[in-house]
């Protein structure tokens, strides 16, 4: 169990039977009475997200998940599946559960899945990863003092902006946590 001075931001914890994540917390203590800790709380499996005050001595429940390193294989109507490399055990996941991360999906690719009672909720991508360009239009010459970029389409179907030197064919190393062009990869 969890006393509410364990609170902080990241920390996982279960609320009416479901998992959710600090997103954001503030400790304050006023001049009389207990400590209020201020939390804004996102719902694992739905995303929906509140925001509620817990006071000193206050207990909460570890939320009980499980990551388990994947691969994943591909994309049809029922969502995206992801095989356990120890037990070739196969699941789906839901392009709404997926949110963001299903731009930057590769087949292949390695991920952890979080799982909540037996259910995958969500994936953990590599901070990084090498995509290759599909579309971009040529840079044009003149003025690139200023770092000029241009719009970029890549493999899975993102869209970026990128510097003028970007061509089609290239491969780009992309930050998963923000979406930015980081680097070109030499081949």
């Given amino acids: 169990m969890y006393d509410s001075s364990d609170l902080r931001k990241g920390l996982k914890i279960t609320i009416d039977g479901e998992p959710y994540i600090i997103t954001d917390f503030q400790f304050s ?54 095989m356990d490399l120890k037990t070739y055990e196969q699941v789906s996941i839901s392009t709404e559960q997926l949110g963001e991360a ?33 579309e971009s239009p040529p840079g044009e010459k003149g003025n690139t003092a200023t770092g000029a970029t241009k719009p970029a389409t890549l493999e899975t179907g993102y869209e970026l902006q990128v510097p003028l030197f970007i061509n089609e064919g290239d491969v780009l190393k992309i930050d998963t946590r923000t979406g930015e062009y980081i680097e070109r990869v030499k081949k």
């Fill in 29 to 82: 203590k006023p001049g009389k009475g207990q400590a209020l800790y201020r939390c804004k709380l996102k719902n694992m499996i739905t995303g929906f997200t509140m925001d509620r005050t817990y006071r000193s001595g206050d207990k909460f429940e570890p939320a009980n998940l499980e990551e388990v390193r994947m691969q994943y294989l591909y994309k049809d109507g029922e969502g995206y599946h992801f």
């Fill in 102 to 134: 299903v731009k930057f999906l590769k087949e292949n690719m390695e991920v952890d899945v979080l799982f909540f009672q037996g259910n995958p909720i969500d994936i953990t991508l590599p901070n990084f990863v090498e995509l290759e360009v599909v």
